[in-house]
């Protein structure tokens, strides 16, 4: 059999490699403590689950949605109104996906062609690049050094490598690093992608995970940013619907309108009760967003507090539900190593830095998806290694 060259670029995900890890541990009958997938385990308010159960009892329910509907759009364009303060058109500037990670995968095929050049962070979510890569465009990092907390430096960008870019990802607050980009980055990236005519996608799945009382806004709130591009935005962790997919590209129209062309040919739309959901999360009542950032708030000064004492030193995050610390000296950069080592001698598992780009090596990121108690024990369990003995 012959297949597709594309396919050479890429290895099996990051996610699958680390269940099989997760089961073959557990086929030696060790309970694993999992803290490598951003699965939430704080499931969606009462109202939300009753307004998908009572969609799902109507038969008439179950035809292809074809496209969002008019309620879907109108509450979307309601809530940006509402929480960023920004205006878009419910029906030319507003586009769902079907989580997030489709969309990201998908959009690069509707911007770039083959040999197009993308500028990617690194490190990044790793959706972020597998979407470019799967267009045939050409990858360009920009590193986020820790010295610069994390944010992109454009000045750092070659200038024929701005000047060949059809495409910028971008994404704060940022997975894996945690980091929050100030008012001032916002506008230097609008300013750059001005001058050099690039399309800026800017990922703003965790705005409501931000933590010590600050607050996150959104991109397109700044002037010239809807000119430039389009923000992502999700339900999956803020309202806990990973599982029913839930996401949303807004801004740009030209940007959008070529996302729904190419969405027309790709899917039938999200699922009807979906949408109904979709609905009552984002205008119905609020609280619970609060309340699921104390909660992962909560896990993380928990963790943190917890592996200090093992004598493993991070920053606290910033924001989203997650934690990106750098390795044991001992391991030096081989955080794949370190992975292992800490699944087969303490049940405990998260995922490597290198995942998520070059620049991840040395690091590991864990998801806050754990309650207290189970964070209590991976941290009694590491004691006992020789990781930290």
Not at 69 to 73: F, R
Not at 135 to 146: D, I, S, T
Not at 310 to 320: D, I, M, Q, R, V
């Given at each position: 059999?012959?297949?597709?060259?594309?396919?050479?670029?890429?290895?099996?995900?990051?996610?699958?490699?680390?269940?099989?890890?997760?089961?073959?541990?557990?086929?030696?009958?060790?309970t694993?403590?999992?803290?490598?997938?951003?699965?939430p385990?704080?499931p969606?308010?009462n109202?939300?689950?009753?307004?998908?159960?009572?969609?799902?009892?109507?038969?008439?329910?179950?035809?292809?949605?074809?496209?969002d509907?008019?309620?879907?759009?109108q509450?979307?364009?309601?809530?940006?109104?509402?929480?960023?303060?920004?205006?878009?058109?419910?029906?030319?500037?507003?586009?769902s996906?079907?989580?997030?990670?489709?969309?990201?995968?998908?959009?690069?095929?509707?911007?770039?062609?083959?040999?197009?050049?993308?500028?990617?962070?690194?490190?990044?979510?790793?959706?972020f690049?597998?979407?470019?890569?799967?267009?045939?465009?050409?990858?360009?990092?920009?590193?986020?050094?820790?010295?610069?907390?994390?944010l992109?430096?454009?000045?750092?960008?070659?200038?024929?490598?701005?000047?060949?870019?059809?495409?910028?990802?971008?994404?704060?607050?940022?997975?894996?690093?945690?980091?929050?980009?100030?008012?001032?980055?916002?506008?230097?990236?609008?300013?750059?992608?001005?001058?050099?005519?690039?399309?800026?996608?800017?990922d703003?799945?965790?705005?409501?995970l931000?933590?010590?009382?600050?607050?996150?806004?959104?991109?397109?709130?700044?002037?010239?940013?809807?000119?430039?591009?389009?923000?992502?935005n999700?339900?999956?962790?803020?309202?806990?619907?990973?599982?029913?997919?839930v996401?949303?590209?807004?801004?740009?129209?030209?940007v959008?309108?070529?996302?729904?062309?190419?969405?027309?040919?790709?899917?039938?739309?999200?699922?009807?009760?979906?949408?109904?959901?979709?609905?009552?999360?984002?205008?119905?009542?609020?609280?619970?967003?609060?309340?699921?950032?104390?909660?992962?708030?909560?896990?993380?000064d928990?963790?943190?507090?917890?592996?200090?004492k093992?004598?493993?030193?991070?920053?606290?995050?910033?924001?989203?539900?997650?934690v990106?610390?750098?390795?044991?000296?001992?391991?030096?950069?081989?955080?794949?190593?370190?992975?292992?080592?800490?699944?087969?001698?303490?049940?405990?598992?998260?995922?490597?830095?290198?995942a998520?780009?070059?620049s991840?090596?040395?690091?590991?990121?864990m998801?806050?998806?754990?309650?207290?108690?189970?964070?209590?024990?991976?941290?009694?369990?590491m004691?006992?290694?020789?990781?930290?003995?």
């Open positions: 059999m012959q297949f597709a060259k594309r396919m050479e670029q890429f290895r099996e995900g990051i996610f699958s490699e680390l269940l099989t890890l997760k089961k073959e541990k557990e086929k030696q009958g060790t694993v403590i999992d803290l490598s997938v951003g699965t385990n704080i969606p308010e109202r939300i689950r009753h307004a998908l159960a009572a969609a799902a009892e109507d038969p008439k329910q179950y035809i292809y949605a074809i496209n509907t008019a309620k879907l759009q509450a979307v364009a309601q809530w940006y109104q509402r929480r960023y303060g920004v205006q878009l058109n419910p029906e030319t500037q507003i586009e996906l079907l989580g997030s990670q489709e969309g990201l995968t998908h959009i690069a095929l509707s911007i770039v062609d083959p040999g197009d050049t993308v500028l990617v962070p690194d490190p990044c979510y790793p959706a690049s597998c979407g470019p890569m799967l267009a045939g465009a050409r990858l360009c990092w920009m590193p986020m050094k820790k010295e610069n907390h994390y992109i430096d454009f000045d750092a960008i070659p200038e024929e490598e701005a000047k060949a870019a059809k495409l910028m990802i971008v994404s704060y607050p940022n997975n894996p690093t945690t980091a929050v980009a100030p008012d001032w980055f916002y506008e230097k990236l609008i300013a750059f992608a001005q001058k050099y005519n690039i399309i800026v996608l800017h703003n799945a965790y705005s409501e931000v933590f010590d009382g600050k607050t996150c806004g959104s991109f397109l709130r700044f002037p010239g940013a809807i000119d430039v591009g389009v923000e992502f999700s339900l999956s962790k803020t309202y806990g619907m990973a599982g029913a997919r996401g949303f590209c807004v801004g740009n129209q030209q959008v309108s070529m996302l729904k062309k190419l969405k027309s040919n790709l899917d039938y739309g999200m699922f009807l009760p979906i949408q109904r959901a979709a609905v009552e999360a984002i205008t119905g009542e609020q609280s619970c967003v609060q309340r699921t950032c104390a909660a992962y708030e909560k896990r993380r928990f963790l943190w507090e917890q592996f200090e093992l004598g493993w030193h991070f920053e606290k995050p910033a924001a989203t539900m997650f990106w610390a750098p390795i044991p000296e001992k391991y030096g950069m081989d955080d794949k190593r370190f992975t292992l080592d800490l699944i087969q001698q303490a049940g405990v598992l998260v995922t490597p830095g290198r998520f780009g070059p991840g090596k040395g690091h590991v990121r998801a806050l998806v754990q309650e207290k108690a189970a964070l209590q024990e991976a941290a009694e369990r004691s006992k290694t020789n990781i930290f003995n």
